[in-house]
Nanobody
Framework: QVQLVESGGRLVQAGGSLRLSCAASGRAFSMYAMGWFRQAPGKEREFVAVITWSGGDTYYTDSVKGRFTISRDNAKNTVYLQMNSLKPEDTAVYYC????????????????????????WGQGTQVTVSS
């Protein structure tokens, strides 16, 4: 069983910063990539950012480019999302997601924005940005 545990979400004012963390644990677990999705009230879950575990390739949705940075600590099996210049429209529940090792890198690059590309999910952490 693989567990993903997010932390770091809270209420913050517009223009502020937050860092989310997601720690992965589980027996014999190796990852191809870890990333973040978010879901605002009344909206569908959307891709935010992802990082591949070995090469450190990163991908972002357009609305967060230049403001959010995803990074990883391989030794700790942890991925981070540094969020700067936060806006009220960033308010959402942020979910950590992991893609298990053994996936085709070419196929992943075509599908990383879609939830079915990921094998494991965290329970979510609430980020609220006040105006």
């Amino acid at each position: 069983q693989v567990q993903l545990v997010e932390s770091g979400g809270r209420l913050v004012q517009a223009g502020g910063s937050l860092r989310l963390s997601c720690a992965a644990s589980g027996r014999a677990f190796s990852m191809y990539a870890m990333g973040w999705f978010r879901q605002a009230p009344g909206k569908e879950r959307e891709f935010v950012a992802v990082i591949t575990w070995s090469g450190g390739d990163t991908y972002y949705t357009d609305s967060v480019k230049g403001r959010f940075t995803i990074s990883r600590d391989n030794a700790k099996n942890t991925v981070y999302l540094q969020m700067n210049s936060l806006k009220p429209e960033d308010t959402a529940v942020y979910y950590c997601a992991a893609c298990a090792a053994g996936k085709s890198s070419a196929l992943f690059r075509l599908n990383y924005e879609y939830a079915p590309a990921y094998d494991y999910w965290g329970q979510g952490t609430q980020v609220t940005v006040s105006s």
